[in-house]
């Protein structure tokens, strides 16, 4: 991004409102925008991972990432603003729109994993 374009860092009551309307399951914590992930095993963990990582080297937009057996937590903020930014909410959104994706309850042909058989389950979808 160019000096001469400054972007937008919201204000916490700002992010907190945004949070609250449009990614109800992130929160606002030391300055990050945060959403913890539950898996069901290390490898639904390493799923997560690479989505998370394809999504945000195709944004290049890079968010930290901590995570263990069955868990990855995703927090993001624009360094270089020092701040939340569009950047940090539409990154937010689109791994919030791939990672909770359930291709089975939408009739389209795909199913998706079998949520019942441990040898096959991935994340642990929202409700």
């Given at each position: 991004?160019?000096?001469?374009?400054?972007?937008?860092?919201y204000?916490?009551?700002?992010?907190?409102a945004?949070?609250?309307?449009?990614?109800?399951?992130?929160?606002?914590?030391?300055?990050?925008?945060?959403?913890?992930?539950?898996?069901?095993?290390?490898?639904?963990?390493?799923?997560?991972?690479?989505?998370?990582?394809?999504?945000?080297?195709?944004?290049?937009?890079?968010?930290?990432?901590?995570?263990?057996?069955?868990?990855?937590?995703?927090?993001?903020?624009?360094?270089?603003?020092?701040?939340?930014?569009?950047?940090?909410?539409?990154?937010?959104?689109?791994?919030?729109?791939?990672?909770?994706?359930?291709?089975?309850?939408?009739?389209?042909?795909?199913?998706?994993?079998?949520?019942?058989?441990?040898?096959?389950?991935?994340?642990k979808?929202?409700?």
């Open positions: 991004m160019s000096d001469a374009r400054k972007e937008h860092v204000a916490p009551e700002e992010v907190t945004k949070l609250a309307a449009e990614l109800p399951h992130w929160t606002f914590e030391d300055g990050w925008i945060r959403r913890t992930y539950k898996t069901a095993s290390w490898k639904g963990t390493l799923m997560v991972i690479n989505t998370v990582g394809h999504l945000a080297e195709a944004a290049w937009h890079h968010p930290d990432l901590t995570a263990s057996y069955a868990w990855v937590e995703v927090r993001l903020q624009t360094h270089s603003a020092k701040g939340i930014t569009d950047k940090d909410f539409a990154l937010a959104k689109k791994i919030e729109e791939v990672v909770q994706w359930q291709p089975g309850g939408e009739g389209a042909g795909l199913e998706g994993t079998p949520q019942g058989d441990l040898r096959f389950a991935y994340v979808y929202d409700k």
